[in-house]
């Protein structure tokens, strides 16, 4: 695997064969037969509030393996930049590789998941992005999203690696090999990954699902590896032994899962095992449980860290932390003319510093409903903070507060939707402050005094689509900011979609806008 990446990195520092490969890639779609194309011309704003362009060509075999070929160009309004790409995809290979100015970026993937259903294999190569438990390693902290209708996914992480984008080329040059085992007895799945990156950071994991019965499933996932960290000096001449100084290096870590489901109920347990610069492990425990009732859904979540100074596979460091995360749903059938479905959700949010004083909550509390024509829902979120001094009871300071509103209505070819968002954030502060009477008398300074200030937006967004014979999509939203009452400023945000089809031709047109007032 080593000596794998090392040839593609020869092969990655060599123009010529850059544009040999890029030939090969244009050139191997017509390997297929019975195509329709589709065009895309893409109109975008960048950081300097220009606009750039694409232009993308897909063919599909009809049947069921796909063939495509896409063709990317963009650049801003003064040609600075110019990004140029070009992807194939074919039933066993699917290829990525993107040029600007001197900046080169590319992915291969080389599978026979579509010729070979029980031992599938992948090969990919380039500058990948890791994702899935490889993820939940880097950052094993909970989501602090309170999204009043989202819900536990019943299922443990696996190891994922994508191809690079069009922006990917900050990326490190990387392979990665996975094999699957499926559907043999009460086997599901059954899979091995390797991921090798250039800095010499070596990944492997396993995972594994198992179906014994309609009602009971089990899930194992495993992925460890070693990683760089970086160097830490001394904070100060009294630093404890956790705070002293090391020298950056190379630590293993690692991360296993544990999924149960029996009927409605599924538990995910997580341990996360982290290598200290001096030897030592340090362990961090998470734990996923999900109810199903009737009509009821009960999430909850918790993660315990008792260790100082925990370095992750993301040379993340996460000190002494208890998260605890719980929300529920409730849904019911309401018949009056046609059937309505009902969802109310609760959603909560405790993260608890150990070693400090200041604590987060966050709340969200939704309603929704839904019928054959129209849908609408109402989402209110609350943040703020805990304080606990010792020997003293704890207060709490809100944040910010926001209150959505959306309404969605659908027909046959016209479909639009209307939403309002206000959000308020307050704001407590304690100036040290001098006051006089006038020049000549000097009063003194007014310490810790409080001052209180806010900041206010208001959002409204304005969808639009039509469905004919060319489908037309218009979204709109205009925010307005004020700060102690005052106006501050404004924006307005446009975006255009058009899509035509003539038989086997499809035309694609997208155009977004910006303005700040």
């Known amino acids: 695997m080593r000596y794998f990446l090392y040839l593609c990195n020869y092969v990655y520092n060599h123009l010529v064969l850059k544009k040999i490969i890029f030939l090969v890639l244009f050139l191997s779609v017509f390997v297929g037969k019975s195509f329709y194309s589709e065009i895309v011309f893409q109109s975008e704003k960048n950081d300097n509030g220009g606009k750039s362009s694409s232009v993308v060509v897909d063919a599909k075999k009809k049947d ?75 950052s094993p902290l909970i989501s602090t999203s309170v999204a009043p ?43 091995f990954s390797v991921f090798f990156d250039k800095k010499n950071e070596i990944v492997g994991s396993f995972d594994s699902s198992f179906d014994f019965s309609k009602n009971v499933k089990l899930y194992l996932s495993y992925i460890c590896g070693s990683f760089l960290f970086d160097e830490k000096t001394y904070s100060s001449w009294f630093s ?71 370095i992750t596979s993301g040379n993340k460091i996460i000190n002494e932390i208890l998260e605890v995360k719980g929300g529920f749903q409730y849904n019911f059938l309401q018949k009056i003319i046609i059937p309505f479905f009902f969802k109310f959700g609760f959603n909560s949010y405790l993260r608890l510093n150990l070693a400090e004083e200041n604590h987060d909550v966050k709340f969200g509390i939704g309603f929704q409903g839904n019928c054959l024509y129209t849908s ?39 479909n639009f939707t209307l939403s309002g968002k206000f959000s308020f954030y307050p704001k407590f502060e304690e100036v040290d402050q001098e006051y006089d009477i006038n020049e000549f008398y000097y009063l003194g300074i007014n310490k810790g005094k409080s001052y209180f200030s806010y900041k206010t937006d208001e959002k409204i967004s304005l969808n639009l689509s039509f469905n004919s014979i060319v489908f037309l999509t ?19 945000d446009s975006s255009i979609n058009l899509k035509y089809q003539i038989k086997s031709l499809s035309v694609k047109l997208k155009f977004t806008m910006n303005f700040d007032f």
């Open 240 to 310: 404890d032994f956790s705070d002293s100084y090391y020298p950056g290096g190379e630590h293993f870590c690692s991360n296993f899962q544990l999924g149960l489901k029996l009927n409605k109920y599924f538990s995910l347990f997580s341990v996360g095992v982290y290598e200290n610069p001096f030897g030592n492990f340090n362990h961090i425990y998470s734990f996923d449980n999900k109810i199903k009732f009737n009509k009821v859904v009960l999430n909850l979540r918790g993660l315990l860290n008792l260790e100082k100074n925990v």
């Open 376 to 414: 609408f829902s109402l989402v209110a979120f609350v943040y703020g903070d805990i304080n606990s001094p010792k020997n003293e009871s704890f207060n709490f300071d809100l944040t910010s507060t926001s209150v959505q509103l959306k309404n969605s209505w659908y027909f046959s070819k016209f």
């Open 149 to 191: 209708f989202s819900s536990i996914s019943e299922s443990a992480k696996t190891f994922t690696c994508n191809l690079p984008s069009y922006s990917s080329f900050d990326k490190n040059l990387s392979s990665f090999f996975q094999v699957n085992l499926t559907k043999i007895s009460f086997i599901k799945k059954m899979g």
């Open 474 to 492: 218009l979204s709109n939203s205009f925010s307005i900011y004020q700060e102690n009452g005052n106006y501050k400023k404004s924006s307005f």
């Open 64 to 138: 069921s393996f796909v063939y495509s070929v896409e063709l990317f160009s963009g650049a801003k309004l003064d040609f600075e930049g110019i990004t140029a790409g070009a992807r194939v995809k074919l039933p066993f290979y699917d290829i990525k590789t993107y040029f600007k100015n001197e900046d080169w970026t590319f992915g291969c993937s080389i599978f026979t998941g579509n010729y070979c259903n029980t031992l599938p294999i992948t090969l990919k190569v380039g500058k990948l992005s890791p994702g899935g438990s490889y993820s939940k390693l880097k």
